[in-house]
């Protein structure tokens, strides 16, 4: 087929009269009926489109005007008067800026890119690739990919096969006590349940006394289920201003994990956490004079040796401390570990591995969710109540028992002022100063 054969198929958008309302509503129409299966989503403020990669994972790409220009050159044919004589034209630009300038575009809502699958806020498991509507998610799974049927009562025994795969992933980590093991599991099941979580989500906190001790190679065996590939890291800002521009582009491309690897310095940025408990976040786009709008729907997770918080960031924090207890963890002989090349059989066993936190997830729902008894984490009540139930369903104890060993440990402000008020005493006693 050539060119005027292919163009002659397509919607006839006349420009010729420059009639602007006119035109701009038959772009849109075009662009529409185009978009079935849907392909142009709206994403926060932002016209987006899906791409997908060499290895098959689908990301979003923001349409400036000249990709909307190629996007809209294959959805309409446009026509002027050259001449005399009506003649095939290109998308003229003033259309195009019209078209970025709506107010509500009129194409299916995104709110994020998954690649397992996942449970709705009413509780149904999402198991057909490409855009729901219902979850406004667009579900990505690589088809190598076997993941058994999960039932919709689970039985004991499924439960106990589901924990012990979970235990068989973590076996080898160092885990300094049970609310570690436990609260490394919420991390691990935090991309099943993110469509029933309409709140903020906590920061994962891997924190190790020294380098070595395994907290990269664990956040990313804990992430690989849910995305099929290994999470990209993105290093620390040297100032607020700088971490701001990093989550800004971060969050830009809807990225299942906002993963912050090895800070040293106090994680006390205020954009870190506004960002955190944001449902949408706002910011200047660097180089342009227009702000962007995205949804929050990550998962945060932040490693570290020793981290000290500021007050601000550590009620924002779920403590994962790991510890080998020796000096140079990282000499330690491959023969001890029960997976020496742990993440090659993650890869190899994902399928079994995505049914294993399915299971207890469906496992929740089938005993009606019940909610977890004195666990609470202000400003993250309805992820605590999720990720409490869930576990605590499944008999999995310990989860956020450790937050004041982490507040103790890490938050320096609590600690200086904890010095200060103790020499105070010494000097003053209760006398008036």
Known sequence: MDFKDLQSKLPQIDIKDKNLPVI????????????????????????VRLITGENGQVSIDGLSKYKMRHVLARCASFR????????????????????LAHSNYPLPKLSRIVHAPIFSQDGKLHLTPGYSFSTECYFNLDGRVQIPKVPISPSEGD??????MI???????????????????????????????????????????????????????LAYPSTGKIIEAMSEGRNDEEMRKRITAKLMNSPNFVFIDNVRNQIAYSSLAAAITAGVWEDRILGASRTVRVPVTSTWVITGNNPSLSSEMARRCVRIRIDT???????????????????????MNRGQLIWAGLVLVQNWIANGRPMPVNKNMGMFEQWCQVMGGILETNGIKGFLDNMNDMYCASDIEISLWRSFTEEWWQAFGPAEV
């Open 24 to 47: 701009t509503k038959s772009a849109w129409d075009a662009l529409i009926a185009s978009n079935n299966p849907p392909y142009l989503f709206t994403y926060g403020n932002t016209v």
């Open 80 to 99: 002027t008067i050259k001449k005399g004589e009506l003649e095939i034209d290109l998308p003229p630009l003033y259309l195009i800026n019209d078209l």
């Open 159 to 164: 439960v106990s096969r589901a924990k012990g």
């Open 167 to 221: 235990r068989e992933l973590l076996y080898d980590f160092p885990f300094i006590g049970e609310s570690e093991f436990a609260n490394a599991i919420s991390l691990y099941l935090s991309r099943f349940v993110c469509g029933m979580i309409s709140g903020p989500s906590p920061v994962n906190l891997i924190e190790a006394p020294s380098p070595g001790n395994g907290k990269t190679l664990l956040a990313q065996v």
């Open 325 to 347: 207890g020796r000096e140079q963890p990282w000499l330690r002989d491959p023969s001890e570990f029960k997976h020496p090349d742990l993440l090659k059989w993650v890869k």
